[in-house]
């Protein structure tokens, strides 16, 4: 069954990237210009925007049935039902919310909305093993293709981005990786890149420049990163020591949503490093990265799904097979939609 797909030119009423009767679809059916962006209003009339990249024009992915019916169960409210009633601190929130304006009181909330999220992270990995393998590979590529093709990530100078791991069925980045590094430091298109490491299991992660593949060695959860030290004993440079800033970061996670909620792997690691060179910036007066995720279809959310505990830090875009979804009002500036 063939459950979405992106047509060329006129505008359409298909259902898109599966949210048959969502709010992402009506807004993306409201316009579809000649040019391939979509400009469209929500039903509560606030301002949305989604570009898409012209390769998109013919995309028309096959969502197989048993990721397809997956998905279907994790929008449906059945399932909502069955998660652990949402708190007031964790849903309902308006959007664009800011994760301050959400405090648990107490102890008991705040287990709570990590019984939510662990609920919500097992079915997610459900529904991404269920993924075609093929279709999981068609969406790399596209994700891929919309990152190497956008004016702000040609721009771009320096950034973090994670090592995908297959095994988590992550979005890949290798080929965004490979781009990146093909290029000598000298080269007028290249870009500084630095890859995740962990530290320790008290949420402590570093960010290590890497100029080559084998920079990299498995970790304990056979997972790309770099040694703090290369090959010839050098100390590799550490983000958080750089004297220049960071113009994007890259993000994984498990599931997203159109409010910038992203929901982690329950480590804890991307939210402290993320409020750290947050901070970092601010104290240096540096203009704040662009955080960005990528993720399949079957991981964006309905609105209010995704449980927020103030430690979260909201991304400011999205990039999913139907293009870029920018969330706060600097990646409407900078992605320019
Ligand atoms: N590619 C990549 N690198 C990354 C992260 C990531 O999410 N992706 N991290 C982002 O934090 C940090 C590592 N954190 C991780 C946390 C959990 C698991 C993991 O294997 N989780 C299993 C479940 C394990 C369990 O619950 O016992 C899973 O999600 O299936 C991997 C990495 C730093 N590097
Ligand atoms: N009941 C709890 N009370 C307080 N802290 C908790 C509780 N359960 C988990 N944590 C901590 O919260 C952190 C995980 O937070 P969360 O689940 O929001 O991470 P995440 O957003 O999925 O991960 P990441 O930031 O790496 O993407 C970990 O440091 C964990 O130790």
Redesign the pocket.
Known sequence: MVKYQLLQGNRTNLPVNGFQNSTIGSRLTNQLSPAGVHLGRSPKHRKWAISEAPMLRNYKPLLPIAANSLFNHIQSSAFQQSLPPLSRFSSGCPKMATNESIKPEN?DQ??HI?DQ?RVLRSSVRKALKAMDPSLRSQEDNVIQSIVLEAPWFKSTQRLCAYVSCSALREVDTSRLLSEILQHPPKDGYSKKIYVPRVEDKN?HMRMFNISRMDDLIANSMNILEPAPVDSDGNEREDVMQTKDPIDLFLLP??AFDKSGR???????????FLKNYQELAKAQNWKQPLLVALSYSVQIMDEGIIPL?P??VLVDALVSPSGVIPISSAALDIMKV
């Open positions: 102890e705040l287990k990590f999220k949420s996670g498990l992203r929901l982690g792997r329950g480590g804890g690691y991307y939210d402290t505990t430690k979260d």
